[in-house]
């Protein structure tokens, strides 16, 4: 089970951080990560973490997203800088599995980036 948190409203060059706390998930067994979707769009990669540490970004978060992880209390977190307008989006953890078994989605939580 994956239950993000930290959404919300924000003004443009805010920060907010993203949480998304696991249940049954073993971080060697997926590589984790963080995606976004807006009404009508496709759900896109923001972030990505693997087990070993390798990180992977959007080219539009790059330098301002920040993936990162608790193993202790297997939280997953999204340190958000410098939000644009265009970063609104409901936001999505996910747990994608490296060999086999199930990709888990959380419920999403909403950022709002406006002045």
């Known amino acids: 089970q994956l239950v993000e948190s930290g959404g919300g409203l924000a003004q443009p060059g805010d920060s907010l951080r993203l949480s998304c706390a696991t249940t049954?998930?073993?971080?060697?067994?997926?590589?984790m990560g963080w995606y976004r979707q807006t009404p009508g769009s496709d759900r896109d990669l923001v972030a990505t973490l693997t087990f070993d540490g390798t990180t992977n970004y959007a080219d539009a978060v790059k330098g301002r997203f920040t993936i990162s992880r608790a193993d202790i209390g297997g939280t997953l977190y999204l340190q958000m800088n410098n939000l644009k307008p265009e970063d609104t989006a409901v936001y999505y953890c996910?747990?994608?599995?490296?060999?086999?078994?199930?990709?888990?989605w959380g419920q999403g939580t909403q950022v709002t980036v406006s002045a």
């Open positions: 049954g998930v073993t971080f060697s067994w997926y590589v």
């Open positions: 996910n747990a994608h599995p490296i060999t086999w078994g199930a990709n888990y």
